[in-house]
């Protein structure tokens, strides 16, 4: 069958597996793409063309790098240690073990390949767990750990597999040989994912400042992504090119997690066609198992050693070994993180939602053909039938116990392959703002947008209590960001130098104020000399980043992105520091409160300063400045501010009530003629998808909210 046929006969039965499921709402998806495989390989005899060479570039690469720009939640972060531990040691573990399990179970089977096939049923699907945790009270922390694990347990379970196979196609394993060339490939493709994503995302800001904001383009440039850095890290640089995507796909996350979009148009499009993306690429993984089911049947029923009721025996042994090593592992964790009792019916919960999914099959069917030798890969008909078939075991089992759990919560089983739209931041401004806009006739775009940007941070100070000053803050502070580049494209040469210029001034008085609080604190003995000389060398570097700036017009665009990489490198030190100090978090809020607190103080002194002429610096500079050390003082605050959903509940009021100021500020432009009918209504479409963008973050947390 002619590739371009298949293709679109799989999405033709995508679309129909869906609507399928619809009237059968009790089925999961994914069982019934691979009922619909099994037909059209049973009555039609279509068989599939498969490449093991690019199954993996094509299905793992776009999956995983959409995992990473999903991750991490702050609940997820606080579990960060527990929920390595279940990426990792879980994964390694269950290979071992389960593997060694496996191998005792079937005898036909060698160990490196129930190593393999033990590794890559370990991989767990982060939907199912999600749509599960909708029919189960599970705990916070049990769900938040089982959550976290599935979103990053793919990446160790397929290098544990890579290994295995490779045991198997050469004959050849070194246990101290492995453990280098783990060491390497995991770091390696930890930093080349982390840097190539930076280098892309320089490069598509500096096309952006080129007047290159094209919206399909950006989108196209995104998708592309995970696909250009797997292959860089395979095949240049012989590292893991799993974890390189998914490291890509989490710097992707924190490069967009902004509170105002700069991009509403460009947000909505890329997740709608990522949306598209995994929908796809999860059905065609399963309707192609079930189109490889019968020539693995065919294989095994005629096989002499054993008959096709032992084949189902094994895969159904083989489940019950990964869900008792997953129910023993989360029983013992209950023991140690000690919140509360253990609870075995948690922990038989907590295994039961390891339902498998797409990245398990995707790897399976990417085994080899042939071995280094040239001889068939031993079994390898027998490895997909039982991965096959832990995967409908996993989602029958599923579908079986969540009635009986949660009988009155008849909500489906959902995995990836269904995911859809439903399962997914001491001065005044000085400037009359009516006053500029009568002024500026006709206005620009840009001019325009500044204005009712300027609204918006009006409204929001207008609304700003003790409670929800952190969100005032963080969100005064993003629309602050968007409005210096934007001021930028609207002033001369000169202009644009002395506002660089003032902006260099007033960073300066305030680093020099950072650094008298550090040195009083650390003259008080209140901080550590660890912490002491941390902070000094990030004054140090902050300094010595004003000092030398460059000036050019895409100054503030290379430095804004420059001084994001600095802070992550920053923050990856703070990390590890205080991972080994506990006790170093409250030094460190100590630390940004009374550095933020001198800054202010003073700025505030440099402008009373007689011989300082504050009425010629740019106010706006000031004004940004200032909210930012607010910034800092409000997230310093221990306890000040109440949970994540209160926070983020502020945070989604202010947003409305400034989207309402933009929508009122256009009105006002268009009846005093400052801007067009047109700009108007380009003006109307940018709010229009903020506020789209805005109701997608809702309905994010509110689907977070009723899996809790």
Do not use: C
């Not at 059209?40 to 570039?57: N, S």
């Not at 929920?83 to 879980?90: K, V």
């Not at 993306?277 to 189109?291: E, K």
């Amino acid at each position: 069958m002619l590739i371009v046929e298949a293709v679109v006969l799989l999405v033709v039965l995508v679309l129909i597996s869906n609507v399928i499921s619809h009237y059968l709402t009790f089925i999961p998806v994914s069982l019934i793409q691979i009922a619909l495989g099994l037909v059209i390989a049973l009555f039609w005899e279509i068989k599939i063309p498969l490449d093991t060479d690019w199954f993996l570039l094509l299905f793992i690469a776009p999956l995983l790098f959409n995992d990473g720009r999903r991750f991490p939640k702050r609940e997820l972060w606080q579990l960060r240690g527990p929920i390595f531990a279940n990426s990792i040691l879980l994964v390694f573990l269950t290979t071992i073990v389960g593997g060694y399990l496996i191998y005792l179970l079937i005898p036909r089977l060698s160990l490196s390949v129930s190593f393999a096939l033990a590794a890559i049923l370990s991989p767990t699907d982060p939907v199912a767990v999600q749509s599960i945790s909708k029919r189960v009270k599970l705990p916070d922390r049990i769900l938040h750990l089982v959550s976290g694990e599935s979103l990053i347990n793919d990446a160790s379970g397929l290098i544990a597999f890579k290994y295995a196979v490779a045991a198997t196609v050469t004959g050849v394993f070194s246990f101290s040989h492995a453990v280098g060339d783990f060491l390497y490939i995991s770091m390696v493709g930890l930093l080349a994912g982390f840097l190539l994503m930076w280098v892309i995302e320089f490069i598509r800001h500096f096309l952006r400042q080129q007047g290159i904001n094209d919206v399909v383009f950006n989108t196209v440039l995104q998708i592309m992504t995970p696909f250009v850095i797997y292959v860089i890290v395979e095949e240049l640089l012989h590292a893991s090119g799993v974890i390189a995507v998914v490291t890509a796909g989490a710097v992707s996350h924190a490069q967009g997690n902004r509170l105002v979009e700069d991009s509403p148009e460009l947000k909505l499009v890329s997740e709608k066609t990522w949306d598209i993306i995994v929908y796809l690429l999860n059905g065609i993984v399963f309707l192609i198992l079930g189109d490889e089911l019968p020539i693995a049947t065919t294989k095994i029923i005629h096989d002499v050693h054993f008959h096709t009721f032992q084949a189902v025996a094994y895969s159904f042994g083989a489940w019950v070994i990964l869900l008792l090593i997953r129910v023993v592992w989360i029983y013992l964790y209950q023991i140690i993180s000690k919140p509360r009792r253990p609870s075995f019916r948690v922990a038989l919960l907590a295994g039961l939602s390891g339902v498998r999914g797409a990245v398990t099959m995707a790897g399976v069917l990417s085994l080899p053909l042939v071995t280094a030798s040239g001889q068939a890969f031993p079994q390898r008909a027998l490895v997909l039938f039982v991965a096959a078939g832990v995967i409908i075991i996993s989602l029958v089992a599923a579908v079986i116990t969540l009635p009986l759990v949660a009988p009155d919560n008849p909500v489906p089983l959902q995995t990836r392959a269904s995911f859809s739209d439903e399962s997914d931041n001491d001065f005044d401004d000085a400037e009359n703002l009516e006053q500029g806009a009568s002024e500026r006739h006709p206005m620009s775009e840009a001019e325009a947008r500044i204005y009712i940007m300027r609204l918006a941070i009006n409204a929001i100070e207008e609304h700003r209590r003790i409670e929800n000053q952190r969100a005032a803050y963080d969100l005064i502070l993003d629309y602050q960001f968007i409005i210096r580049r934007l001021e930028l494209t609207t002033r001369d040469d000169a202009d644009r130098q002395r506002v660089m210029n003032d902006e260099i001034t007033l960073r300066r008085v305030a680093l020099k104020g950072e650094r008298s609080a550090i040195e009083r604190l650390y003259a008080h003995h209140q901080i550590s000399p660890q912490a002491y000389r941390s902070a000094i060398g990030t004054i140090r570097s902050a300094v010595r980043r004003v000092d030398h700036p460059k000036a050019h017009l895409h100054f503030v665009a290379f430095r804004n992105w420059s001084a994001s990489f600095h802070r992550t490198v920053q923050w990856l030190k703070t990390v590890i520091h205080r991972s080994q100090n506990k006790s170093s978090d409250n030094e460190w809020q100590l630390i940004d409160r009374e550095t933020a607190k001198s800054a202010i103080k003073a700025l505030s002194k440099y402008l009373s300063n007689d011989e300082v002429n504050s009425q010629s610096l740019d106010k706006q500079a000031v004004y940004h400045l200032v909210v930012f050390y607010r910034n800092r003082i409000e997230r310093a605050r221990k306890k000040q501010y109440a949970s994540r959903s209160a926070y983020t509940k502020q945070l989604n009021q202010l947003k409305v009530i400034a989207l309402g100021a933009e929508r009122t500020g256009v009105q006002t432009l268009l009846e005093s003629g400052n801007i067009t009918w047109q700009m108007s209504g380009r003006l109307r479409q940018y709010i229009n998808y903020s506020e789209n963008v805005l109701m997608m973050a809702v309905n994010d947390e509110v689907d977070e909210f009723y899996t809790k």
